[in-house]
T-cell receptor
Framework: GESVGLHLPTLSVQEGDNSIINCAYS??????FIWYKQESGKGPQFIID?????DKRQGQRVTVLLNKTVKHLSLQIAATQPGDSAVYFC??????????FGTGTSLTVIP | GAGVSQSPSNKVTEKGKDVELRCDPI?????LYWYRQSLGQGLEFLIY????????KSGLPSDRFSAERTGGSVSTLTIQRTQQEDSAVYLC???????????FGPGTRLLVL
């Protein structure tokens, strides 16, 4: 999983397989989380978000799971496609104005 | 609808020159953030604007960096006397309010020679 300060983790998956990208956070006061996708040469793109009163939220081909007990967040991508290749960031907010971002995980989809 | 736009998309400058980067947020968004992203790194917070309130400048790395937001909309980030270590992608994001979902622009890629 990703954590602020570490070099970029990488994940390679076969096209059609499911991908799981993990994120650990340290602030127990964080109550809002976002996953972003950043393709090469582009800005981060919002994928899905979740608030702390939920432990799971589903979107189109993506699911975010939140485990507040161990302060862990994951992004699951179903039937991964080549277009899913990108860097994925988690961001956390503790009801303040700022978000705190991890360094990201680089996902490579092998055709 | 229109997203966050930034200009220029790329900027090459010489060490010691000043640069101005522009951000046009999504219409109606009162929160605006500037971040810096170095190669392979996460997002480094620089400055935050919320409506007409005083900006949060706590992330600006030195007094060579400044930003303003005119009329609660367009923002410019100015870097004076650029240094090679300023080379990075500068990202702008806007949101309906602080702590709400942020939407990012495409970034300005700055290269200081």
């Amino acid at each position: 999983g990703e954590s602020v300060g570490l070099h970029l983790p990488t994940l390679s998956v076969q096209e059609g397989d499911n991908s799981i990208i993990n994120c650990a956070y340290s602030n127990s006061a964080s109550d809002y989380f976002i996953w972003y996708k950043q393709e090469s040469g582009k800005g981060p793109q919002f994928i899905i978000d979740i608030r702390s009163n939920m432990d799971k939220r589903q979107g189109q081909r993506v699911t975010v799971l939140l485990n507040k007990t161990v302060k862990h967040l994951s992004l699951q991508i179903a039937a991964t496609q080549p277009g899913d290749s990108a860097v994925y960031f988690c961001a956390e907010n503790d009801a303040g104005n700022q978000f705190y971002f991890g360094t990201g995980t680089s996902l490579t989809v092998i055709p | 609808g229109a997203g966050v736009s930034q200009s220029p998309s790329n900027k090459v400058t010489e060490k010691g020159k000043d640069v101005e980067l522009r951000c046009d947020p999504i219409s109606g968004h009162t929160a605006l953030y500037w971040y810096r992203q170095s190669l392979g790194q996460g997002l480094e917070f620089l400055i935050y604007f919320q409506g007409n309130s005083a900006p949060d400048k706590s992330g600006l790395p030195s007094d060579r960096f400044s930003a303003e937001r005119t009329g609660g909309s367009v923002s410019t980030l100015t870097i004076q006397r650029t240094q090679q270590e300023d080379s990075a992608v500068y990202l702008c994001a806007s949101g309906r309010a602080g702590g709400q979902t942020q939407y990012f622009g495409p970034g300005t890629r700055l290269l200081v020679l």
